[in-house]
């Protein structure tokens, strides 16, 4: 079975004013990603390098940082990530839709995996990823998370799960 994780940054792995304590239950960590400082949980790092072990499994960042997550973001939060794809904004068709539904579009007609789990903080906002997303039905799970404090213990256990188990 062929399966593809799609990735976002900002808002999923790196919250936006993250205050507190993480969902994981300890405190944020903040580190230089070369760029600009970022936020993050330890835990939800090990959960995504876990999971990125996962037979058969493709990881692809799908984020605004493009190449400059593999480059920086990976080695400041110790994420095993340096060799995944990732996708692009001035590789898909023109258009004035939202970029990333593009570039997912394509790279799924392209590559046609049985599963696809897409994780975007801003997913909830994009009806017509939604709508695409119903469209492929069980094929697929998105994952929206609160940009204020990335991705949860039961959302990475969702995508786990998703990708892991069976299809249908």
């Keep these: 079975m062929k399966r593809t994780l799609y990735l ?30 970022v936020a993050f949980a330890a835990e939800l790092v090990a959960g995504l390098n876990t999971l990125a072990r996962t037979p058969g499994l493709r990881c692809v960042w799908l984020t605004s940082w493009e190449e400059l997550a593999p480059q920086y973001l990976c080695p400041a939060v110790g994420l095993d990530g340096t ?31 049985d599963a696809v789990a897409w994780i975007d903080d801003q997913l909830a906002f994009e009806a017509e990823a939604q709508h695409w997303a119903r469209f492929l039905g069980r094929r697929i799970l998105t994952v929206s998370p609160d940009p204020r404090h990335g991705i949860s213990p039961t959302e990475l256990a969702r995508v786990a799960d998703f990708l892991a188990g069976p299809l249908f």
């Design 8 to 37: 976002d940054v900002d808002g999923v792995i790196c919250p936006f004013g993250p205050t507190g304590p993480t969902a994981w239950g300890s405190a944020w960590r903040r580190t230089d990603a070369g760029l600009l400082p």
């Design 83 to 113: 060799r995944w794809p990732f996708l692009a904004a001035d590789g898909t068709a023109g258009g004035n839709g939202w970029w990333k539904l593009s570039a997912i579009q394509e790279d799924v007609e392209e590559t046609r995996p």
